[in-house]
């Protein structure tokens, strides 16, 4: 029999054990508090705040979601959860980016705002024929990618859908015809990522789609229910890949076989960047109910599948977002993927896959430091963006979340949980899922808007910054829409309105941006890299063709610069394999850099 | 979570490989239990990782002892410890690690703390996650979908399971839940009109499998007569309906937290009340 004392000293241990998660979180909620007034010092403290504009720009669009087969109604808003997207182009090289956003109602319309330059926006897109796009026979949209496919100098346009992919030419930034057919795109795939690349850097830019549902689904004309995956975390059940080689007449060929990309699993997002300094892109998917995937290009003319050896496929998750960024500005990406978090439910966490030390190139190895770095907890979260936010150097991250917002006192998670967790041939039927009825999905969730300190800590600051919208934020895109030195955010949210969130930052942070024109490379440059050298400091970048989730940035690079006297140099890295120095340019403006012959 | 194991029987002198898998041998349950972690993780990368699961492991047998140092002068064997540390492992989901060693630190100290006439109430580890569901639920969650949706994981599961449960003589309790629960499956699904499917899906999971053969079986948290170990375990499918009914997401790991113990309260008392007054 153990001596009385003992026993009433570890009673007080085990009290201390059951106190600690209630210490812990008053701990953690005490730096979260926001005092009063903070956010009207938030530019002193952070460097920079938002200020949601939409209405003054003259952007009033609001998203409209699908209606599929009554077979689906009693889980009709979970399954059109998705369908919400934006990227940024300046489709009429006028020098002013602008924003196509697309909708997902049977008969709605996409809009292409146009940038007038003086802090408006006008919406053409029926004017050059992008706007009548989403039909319940050829399908609804669910994102756009743009890019130079004939290199004429204008950014011609990728929509993928729940569909039909439709492909339209830029004819010289007045109007879109669409060449669908003539460049050879399916009849149909559900697909809810696609970017532009140049995989074999033959200076003509490919195209990668990746599918979700599988394509022989038409969800408006459902032949069975079971149509949902057939697994939550290794389902292999999803649409195919299609990997489009620009063949440089207006028409592609399908060689996703061929190059090794043969995935089924449930792609939410894609992106491309030189991840081992090969000088070809490498090719990252994220998927959901499933492992993320990513593809080592093998000197353009296959593609190897490595998630197992890089520790990026070993734990499968809910991966909603593909971006890449140089976090800790070492001349190496870091990869953040999107997932689900949900109190006592499901804690997948978001994951930042940072290069290990010490391995590059072929034995490159990635760690999730999401944890480490505090960007881990996201809610339910959907795109994310890094951006330096507000000049100091280092890139920031945006990320916004929310599934479905309906009741507030109910929700669905119950239900949902019970289903996601049996066996495939019931969570694979459409018709075992029990009803939402009118219940929410982790919705109303507060976005998240992380500071990058530079030293690995990132501090979560939305409320702060402005960041306040509680919407079902799907896609969200950066561009510098003032050509400012500032990046401003445009945020699609799914049955919710399009946000612009613009961004005001310290006058004493500079910054330098790069418009980037290839020759011998594709002329929207797409994988092209550049590498800025200043006040001791590196930040590497490459022009994107679709990063995020359904999202596409502007194709100029924007680089903060802190506190800086001036830039020493920069290195281009051509798609082509060119390279170029540019020393020393003007901080404070952007520059045209054209790739030289 | 806490294997059965059970005390030694009379008879003739066993092999060596009959006695590697008798019952007596209290360390088949943990070889058993490692090597459903161990499949688990190679097929489907189940753990959040290893590291924490080692985290769990080790703050359980370091804690066991240093207690059992303390309060009984000798240290004790390491098998339930380490089941108690592989339990929170696999159970529990956090992208923290403070939990996992929060998770175990609660389970073995609870053994020591929470007991009632030389008998521990609470299943350990069953104890300590809902402590940490209830109190810290922002950081936390269960193993619940990271298994897999196939048929397989489970086969195994049932054939390691079953040998085990069934050799301790506790495979009656199993069975008796899982009937219970399709039937009270049935039950709900009328209730709700919801898909009869919907509501037995969770037990065709495989994480289900881990919760019947080896948390609710554990012999320290069960009643000793037969008749009793039934009731408890109807009474636990029972409890769990109701709190699946109010959309409780950890339905069976609080229904086991409530019964348990009630049970266990009721058999200690009723021993007491039955024994002979020396008197």
Request: neutral net charge; contains cysteine.
């Amino acid at each position: 029999m153990p001596h009385p004392n003992r026993q009433i000293a570890l009673a007080f241990f085990l009290a201390a054990l059951l106190a600690f998660p209630l210490v812990y979180k008053r701990l953690a909620a005490r730096n979260k508090v926001i005092e009063p007034g903070i956010r009207s010092t938030a530019l002193a403290r952070y460097g920079f705040r938002f200020q949601e504009s939409s209405k003054a720009a003259g952007i009033d669009f609001k998203h409209t979601a699908s209606t599929f087969d009554p077979k689906l109604q009693h889980i009709m808003e979970q399954v059109s959860s998705m369908g919400a997207a934006v990227s940024v182009v300046d489709f009429d090289r006028d020098g002013w980016e602008g924003i196509y956003v697309v909708n997902s109602g049977e008969s709605s319309h996409n809009a292409l705002y146009r940038n007038l330059g003086n802090g408006t926006f006008r919406d053409v897109a029926a004017e050059v024929g992008l706007a009548d796009v989403n039909s319940r026979e050829t399908g609804v949209s669910t994102g756009a990618v743009w890019g130079d496919y004939d290199n004429d100098g204008y950014e011609d346009v990728l929509i993928y859908k729940w569909g039909r992919p439709e492909l339209y030419h830029n004819d010289g930034g007045k109007h879109f015809t669409r060449v669908t057919e003539q460049a050879g795109l399916p009849k149909w795939v559900n697909a809810n990522t696609a970017i532009w690349f140049d995989y074999d850097r033959d200076g003509k830019l490919d195209l990668f789609l990746g599918g979700y549902y599988s394509e022989d689904v038409d969800l408006w004309h459902l032949k069975t229910t079971k149509m949902m995956p057939e697994s939550f975390e290794y389902a292999n059940n999803g649409g195919r890949k299609y990997l489009f080689h620009n063949l440089g007449n207006g028409r592609f060929e399908e060689v996703s076989a061929r190059m090794g990309i043969q995935s089924r699993r449930w792609a939410l997002a894609a992106v491309a960047a030189d991840l081992r300094g090969t000088g070809y892109p490498d090719l990252f998917v994220a998927n959901d109910y499933g492992v993320s995937e990513i593809y080592f290009n093998e000197g353009g003319k296959r593609f190897r599948e490595s998630g197992k050896e890089t520790s990026i496929g070993a734990a499968p998750k809910s991966g909603m977002n593909a971006a890449v960024g140089d976090v800790l500005n070492q001349g190496r990406f870091g990869i953040y993927v999107s997932n689900i978090s949900e109190e006592g439910v499901l804690v997948q966490g978001n994951n930042l896959w940072m290069p290990q030390a010490d391995t590059s190139g072929d034995s490159i190895r990635y760690e999730n430091m999401a944890n480490a770095m505090g960007v881990e907890l996201g809610g339910w979260s959907f795109g994310a963006q890094f951006g330096d936010l507000n000049n100091d150097g280092f890139l920031d991250l945006y990320a916004v979340n929310g599934n479905v917002s309906l009741a507030r006192d109910r929700n669905y998670w119950y239900d949902y949980s019970k289903v996601a967790g049996g066996n495939k041939a019931i969570i694979s039927d459409a018709a075992n899922w029990p009803p939402l009825d009118g219940r929410s999905l982790a919705g109303y969730q507060q976005k998240r808007v992380w500071v990058n300190d530079g030293v690995g800590q990132f501090k979560e600051v939305a409320q702060l910054v402005g960041v306040t919208d509680v919407y079902d934020g799907r896609s969200v895109a950066l561009a510098d829409f003032g050509n400012r030195g500032m990046l401003d955010a445009v945020v699609a949210n799914e049955k919710g309105p399009l946000l612009l969130y613009r961004n005001t930052v310290s006058p004493e942070n500079k910054w330098v941006e790069f418009e980037l024109e290839g020759t011998t490379s594709n002329r929207s440059a797409i994988g092209a890299r550049v590498k800025l050298f200043w006040n001791g400091q590196q930040q590497v970048q490459e022009v994107s063709g679709g990063s995020g989730f359904c999202a596409q940035n502007q194709r100029r690079l924007h680089f903060g610069l802190g506190k800086t006297a001036g830039v020493d140099r920069i290195e281009i890295r051509w798609p082509s394999g060119k390279l170029q120095t540019v020393p020393a340019p003007e901080v404070d403006r952007i520059h045209q850099v054209k790739e030289p012959l | 979570m806490s294997p059965p194991v059970a005390t030694a029987a009379p008879g003739k002198p066993a092999s060596p490989v009959a006695r590697f898998f008798s019952a007596e041998n209290r360390y088949l349950p943990p070889l058993f239990i490692t090597l459903i972690l161990l499949g688990g993780n190679l097929s489907f990368g189940l753990l959040e990782s290893f590291s924490r699961t080692a985290l769990a492991i080790g703050t359980a047998i370091v804690l066991e002892l240093a207690l059992g140092r303390m309060m009984y002068g000798r240290f004790p064997n390491l098998a339930s410890a380490y089941i108690t540390g592989i339990s929170v492992g696999i159970l529990l989901r956090s992208p923290e690690y403070w939990p996992y060693a929060l998770c175990s630190a609660i389970a073995i100290t609870s053994k020591y703390v929470i007991r009632w006439h030389g008998r521990h109430l609470w299943n350990p580890s069953n104890f300590s996650i809902c402590a940490m569901l209830l109190l810290a639920p922002e950081y936390v969650a269960t193993l619940s979908i990271q298994w897999g949706n196939t048929v397989w994981p489970m086969v195994i599961i049932w054939l390691l399971g079953a040998m085990i449960v069934y050799r301790v003589r506790r495979f009656h309790i199993t069975a008796t839940y899982v009937i219970s629960f399709v039937v009270l499956a049935w039950l709900r699904s009328a209730i709700t009109g919801h898909p009869f499917l919907a509501e037995v899906a969770p037990i065709t999971g495989p994480m289900y499998q881990l919760f019947i053969f080896f948390m609710i079986t554990d012999p320290k948290t069960t009643v000793t007569p037969k008749w009793g170990q039934y009731v408890v375990a109807v009474l636990v499918a029972v409890v769990e309906m109701i709190l699946r009914l109010a959309h409780n997401v950890n339905a069976p790991f609080y229904a086991l937290a409530m019964v348990g113990p009630a049970a266990m309260v009721v058999e200690i008392w009723q021993t007491k009340k039955n024994r002979p007054n020396p008197k």
